[in-house]
């Protein structure tokens, strides 16, 4: 494959946009480095690149593409809210028709927030837990991704009792010192972070099914032990499903295992690929956000008619009959077909997948935490990246990241892909 236009465009890129990237992952840094594929443009389930190389994306733009690209529904309504104004600073109709939309497909939101992005609504629901409860800290699970704002880049301190130190540059110890993060999957471990701190937890921070190294589901049990602990210590449950909502079920996670967090956090797949995040949960707790509480949270694109219009039109794509069944049907297809090929080629690797998504683990053995998943083959997995991408095959550029299948994947599309698998695995076996 020829890839000089994309070489080309990164040297540009380097010049003027610091990495060349506008965000960190998209520069191949978890693959060992090299120049960033450019996409020229999109349509189902694939790309074209600047080269006119033809690729079957998984990356579905780290999770919020479920509908294909350029899917004509969203685009229509996209184009529709174009050419009546994108931005109004007045509340709309289709504010309120989406807010009624999410409470419907997700009943622990008793009222709702619009905002613009992941980080922001998960960002807000600290705050919130923060000024509910009049306490300060955070329980978060390691590995686990919840944006990038200062109070959640912090990595685990010694021990699960322990306080967290920072995770990036520029974020002060008095931050990192309100955060204690435990191993997810670990029952015992939480038990004890709440024990030390369980008077002073504000809220526990959870990814309900894991999205940021790899898909990984709860164990039996986990969520609900999680509620009640948090829940006696004075504590609030917040969820993140800014990957998991609409991802699994036409809902969230919650309803997956039927357990009901105090708030929750959205984004990707609810703005239909549009800038998008949003955050609700009981009404007791959401009466704090400004106007009508002390807790404040504003945005001059919040709830922007262009958002709202692909949002919904997305959602209303995702109520067609058998969609999930279908990205169900493709996953186990994919995931059956990938386990079948490495195996022929003794190839050690692990699959997690739930409905349409899944990863794919280099190394052996289950892998239900992030320390297992670290440990897993880095260099084996950028070897199958690249061997793949060589193929026409886009996968997110690390083994810590989901493929996401869309409803505009065809059967011929996975078998296309498994092909691709076993020439990889051999070329790897050799
Ligand atoms: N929470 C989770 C679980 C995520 O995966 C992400 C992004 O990948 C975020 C929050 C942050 O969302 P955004 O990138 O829209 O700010």
């Known amino acids: 494959m020829d890839f000089s236009k994309s070489k080309e465009l990164h040297n540009e890129a380097l010049e003027h946009i610091v990495g060349g990237v506008n965000s960190p992952s998209r520069a191949y840094k978890g693959v060992g480095g090299g120049t960033p594929v ?3 443009h999109a349509k189902g389930a694939y790309f074209w690149d600047v080269d006119g190389n033809k690729y079957i994306d998984y990356l579905g733009a780290y999770g919020p593409i479920i509908t294909g690209h350029a899917h004509p529904h969203i685009a229509e309504a996209i184009s529709y809210a174009a050419k009546n104004g994108v ?12 807010a009624k939309i999410l409470k419907q497909a997700i009943p622990s939101l008793e009222k709702v927030r619009f905002v613009n992005s992941g980080t922001e609504a998960v960002m807000t629901t600290v705050r919130v837990a923060r000024a509910y ?56 471990a939480f038990k004890a972070a709440m024990e030390r701190w369980g008077n002073q937890i504000a809220g526990v921070l959870v990814e309900p099914i894991v999205g940021n190294f790899g898909i990984v589901e709860p164990e039996a049990g986990f969520l609900q032990a999680v509620n009640t602990i948090t829940h006696d210590a004075g504590a ?42 949003a955050y609700g949960g009981r009404k007791d707790i ?13 945005g001059t694109m919040a709830g922007n008619p262009a958002s709202m219009a692909a949002g919904i039109a997305c959602l209303e794509v995702l109520q067609d ?36 998504a899944l990863t794919v683990y280099f190394g052996s053995g289950r892998i239900s935490n992030y320390e297992q998943a670290e440990a897993s083959d880095g260099d084996a997995f950028a070897e199958f990246f690249r061997l793949m991408l060589e193929q026409g095959i886009n996968l997110a550029p690390s083994k810590f990241e989901a493929w996401f299948l869309t409803t505009e994947h065809t059967e011929a599309d996975i078998d296309q892909t498994i092909e691709a698998a ?3 695995f051999r070329t790897m076996a050799s």
Request: hydrophobic residues 35%.
């Open 133 to 188: 409860t009049g306490r300060n800290k955070l329980i978060k699970f390691s590995g686990c991704y919840h944006g990038h704002f200062d109070s959640v880049l912090v990595e685990a301190g010694s021990g699960p009792a322990t306080l967290g130190t920072p995770d990036s540059a520029g974020i002060p110890e008095s931050v990192a010192s309100d955060v204690i993060t435990v191993p997810f999957n670990d029952l015992e």
């Open 38 to 40: 450019y996409m020229e």
């Open 286 to 298: 959401m009466e704090q956000v400004a106007p009508l509480g002390p807790a404040y949270q504003a």
């Open 321 to 356: 009959v058998g969609v999930y069944e279908k990205l169900n049907d493709l996953g186990k297809r994919l995931e059956e077909g990938i386990l079948n090929q490495a195996s022929q080629y003794d190839i050690p690797i692990s699959v997690n997948r739930l409905c349409g």
């Open 87 to 98: 931005l109004y600073g007045t509340p709309t109709r289709l504010e309120n028709k989406f």
């Open 422 to 424: 076993g020439k990889a």
């Open 236 to 277: 609030l449950v917040i969820y993140d499903e800014v990957i998991t909502a609409f991802r699994f079920t036409y809902g969230s996670a919650q309803q997956v295992y039927g357990i009901e967090p105090d708030m929750t956090a959205m984004g990707k797949i609810i703005g239909g690929g549009l800038p998008i995040g």
